[in-house]
């Protein structure tokens, strides 16, 4: 079901939430994905999808038209299964918790796209908790006290009190896209200060909802959420544990507290040996210099066999590598205009058909609309619908450029000759305050290696053969 709790009313949020919910009626998957009426990153995904945190599970009335729940039946009843690693990581975090399982057992698992997979392990391997989770807490139990609870007015005060709160936490992190040293953060009394008023207000929230119970299944779902949170909050904010990187990023009105493993290979080793079966692992661009080692030892694999292929693709007659000279420094004022006024003219000669992908959405953005103003060609920028949508217009122009970021790096293929051109702003090295790259850093440190040489080359290497590979 399709529903908006959210109290902003602005007439575009609203325009968006009537396309999706003409569109829920006709869809058979439920995928946002296939939504072509919204963007990809449009604010109004957040207040209309479920998550784990406010499922109501069997309590639910639309419980036995839920899409994951017919998924889920269609997987175990299946004998092939093909999810998602995001999925496939989830389901082995539930696991864990005893909760149930998404996937059923199997014989043999394959990964495509492989080289994926350490990054994202990490994420599930690791903890997070976010003030979005908080704000879903708070408007759930101003629902709870609307509907089912109207003699309870504390309820409406204790949730404003700690939605309120989280908001102060936000203010008091600073600046918007920011991401920081977590540790070091709530060393800093200001910070310390505001999160002891959060855990103070989160307490509150949770004596409040104890009398609550059994007024209603919101509630007592929202009771579990609010010790759920405070576990989290604890654990975040024990920073004294070792073996983990702890960070925090900040969105325009959100923040998110993550403690991440330096490493997942003993937990994803583990994770091998307990399910036991084939495990398979491909992909273009595992190897490094015909080297396995940099992916086998961030996943703790011994592998029984491995070997490379050589591509189908005859590169050198049939691929031409350019490298221009005398470009600015990457992240020099002035770099997206002389890009522009340098690839314009090939761009054009190419009669469209270019890939132009970037290293970060703003370089994407400014790009976009430089192009925009000089080409006589469409151009077509990731992010203003959905990603598929997006791809099928490119396709069916015929002579357009995509200007895009990281989606379109890889795991897409545009066959014939629609794409003739791919255009790389700057070699893609990962930005350094990325906290999966500082934990792998730090990591790689320990251990007495170079990090440049062994974690920052290899990913930079990766990444750039995927996007060659378009």
Known sequence: MVESHTTETQTDLLSQLVKVRTWSSETKSGDLGECDAIAEDSP?????????????SK??????DCFVLKARRRALDSDVVVVNHHLFMADLAIKETGFGELIPEADVFIFDEAHQIPDIASQ?????????????????IEIGYRTEARDM??????????????????????????????RDAIASPSIKREMERLTDALEFVI?????????????????????????????????????????????????????????????FHEQVEMKGGAWIFTSATLAVSDDFGHFTSRLGLVPKQQFSLPSPFDYPSQARLCVPRYLPEPNSNGLADKLVRMLTPVIEQNQGRCFFLCTSHSMMRELGEKFRETLSLPVLLQGETSKQKTLAEFMELGNALLVATGAF?????????????????KLPFTAPDDPLLKARIEDCKLQGGDPFQQVQIPDAVITLKQGVGR
């Open 153 to 182: 007015r504390q309820l409406q005060k204790a949730g404003e009190r700690l939605s309120q709160a989280a908001m102060d936490m936000r203010i008091v992190l600073g600046d918007t896209g920011f991401r920081g040293n977590w």
């Open 409 to 425: 790096w890889e795991g897409i293929d545009v066959r014939g000759d629609t794409l003739s051109c791919v255009i790389i702003d």
């Open 44 to 56: 109004i995904i957040p207040t209309i999808t479920s998550t784990n945190d406010n499922c109501l």
């Open 59 to 64: 309590e639910c009335p639309s419980y036995e």
């Open 207 to 267: 004596d409040v909802l104890k009398l609550a119970l059994g007024r209603s299944q919101l509630l007592d779902t929202a009771f579990e959420r609010a010790n759920l949170v405070k576990g989290r909050i604890e654990r975040v904010c024990d920073v004294t544990i070792t073996g983990y990187s702890y960070w925090y990023d900040t969105s325009p009105r959100h923040f998110s507290l993550h403690i991440t493993p330096l490493t997942v290979a003993d937990k």
């Open 124 to 140: 599930y391997f690791g903890q997070s908790i976010s003030s979005r989770q908080i704000q879903d807490l708070c408007k759930d």
